[in-house]
């Protein structure tokens, strides 16, 4: 049901708290307009301790929006290696190079050209424009929707777009005109460290305590509701990890992808569809024209996207060095880790250089055992 009651003003107890227990973050510290745009894109879909190693590697190698825009692809793709959701980052160069053609290499002050930009939505130029302009605009995330669903007691499907508007609405309510971006920041730091999801908010921690409406009502540990997600779709495919050389001399074929749909334009073992077993691998690999000798089975892998599901079945394989097909090419071990970007989605065939001699080395014990 939607809320029957409308908040007193939160602002100033949570901006005390946020003032006493904000976390000290990088663009934080540094709140430029670039800085913030990365890192709330950076945080898009993954955690804060996961994505800070990412973002500050990034600002060393891409310190302006300049760089960034001048980035060659390749580069950009292993800077996100492993943040997943790469169209993010493509997103974000083009977004760069229409603010270098548009707006000097600078981002725009303004609320309604930064949404223009690819890649910005409504949460992401909320913040940009509250934090490093003072513009009073919200920028509501899941946090803040979570927040506003306990404080007002609301049961509405929050993935709804009538009552995320709603929602927002609120939220633009209670702005502070003198302090919008702090405002926004306490209310999606509440939200990360007090007001937690999966149904364990700490309530005795917070400080719109006596504010809450779900609290009160004792519901808050069932908020906020949403409708449950569609089953994902399973596919079935064989990874065939091909090895050739020995020692310094060992290189891995390494598969791109299309340069378009998922994981566009980025680098793979060859990938099969379907289960195949050990003797069909190396058919579908001879038609390739990928001549291979079975070395071993590896670990079956599962990986998770948004609506689909890969499950993996892998082999190791053993080859000479033939000419690299097509859309293919042969990897040495520093060249994997410095400038072939691999998905998560193959970790558990991980190709970086600290397992590379690993892999060569069981290889060969497997062959010599054959």
């Known amino acids: 049901m939607a809320p029957a009651m409308t908040l007193p ?3 100033p107890p949570l901006l005390r708290w946020y003032q006493q227990h904000q976390r000290v973050l990088p663009f934080r510290t540094d709140p430029s307009p670039y800085h913030v745009w990365v890192s709330e894109i950076m945080l898009q879909q993954t955690r804060m301790s996961a994505a800070l190693p990412y973002y500050e590697r990034f600002m060393d190698a891409l310190p302006t929006v300049s760089d960034l825009a001048a980035c060659k692809q390749e580069r950009l793709y292993k800077l996100w290696e492993g943040l997943g959701y790469y169209s993010r980052a493509r997103n974000l160069q083009k977004a760069a190079q229409i603010i270098v053609e548009q707006y000097g ?10 949404l223009k930009l690819p890649g910005i939505g409504a949460y992401t130029a909320g913040a940009i424009a509250s934090i490093c302009f003072d513009l009073p605009v919200p920028a509501v995330d899941g946090n803040v ?9 609301d049961s509405r499907d929050v993935l709804r777009p009538e009552v995320k508007k709603d929602l927002t609405e ?3 309510a209670l702005q502070p005109p003198e302090c919008p971006g702090d405002y926004n920041q306490a209310l999606m730091e509440l939200g990360a460290l007090v007001c937690l999801p999966g149904g364990a908010p700490l309530c005795q921690t917070c400080p719109l305590y ?4 779900a ?4 519901t808050q540990n069932t908020l906020p509701a949403k409708t449950p997600p569609r089953p994902k779709k399973v596919i079935p495919y064989t990874v065939a990890v091909i090895l050739s050389g020995t020692g310094s001399d060992c290189c891995i074929l390494l598969q791109q992808r299309p340069k378009t749909g998922l994981l566009a334009g980025l680098w793979q073992p060859v990938l099969l569809e379907g289960h ?3 003797g069909e691998t190396c058919q579908a690999l001879a038609a390739l024209g990928l001549p291979v000798q079975a070395a071993a089975p590896l670990t079956d892998a599962k990986h998770v996207f948004t609506h ?3 499950e993996m079945r892998g082999y190791l394989f053993h080859a000479q060095r033939f000419d690299a097909p097509a859309g293919c090419v042969w990897a040495r071990p520093d060249e994997v880790k410095t400038r072939y970007a691999v998905p998560n989605a193959f970790k558990a065939f991980r190709l970086l250089e600290k397992n590379f001699s690993q892999i060569e080395q069981y290889a060969q014990k497997v062959l010599v055992k054959r």
């Open 215 to 218: 609290r009160m009502a004792g």
């Open 145 to 153: 929707l979570r927040v506003f669903s306990r404080l007002l007691n």
């Open 170 to 172: 609120h939220v633009r």
């Open 105 to 114: 290499g600078h981002l725009p002050d303004d609320y309604n050209a930064l």
């Open 210 to 213: 006596d504010l809450c409406a």
């Open 308 to 310: 689909l599901i890969w």
């Open 276 to 278: 195949l077993d050990t």
């Open 9 to 11: 003003n939160i602002a």
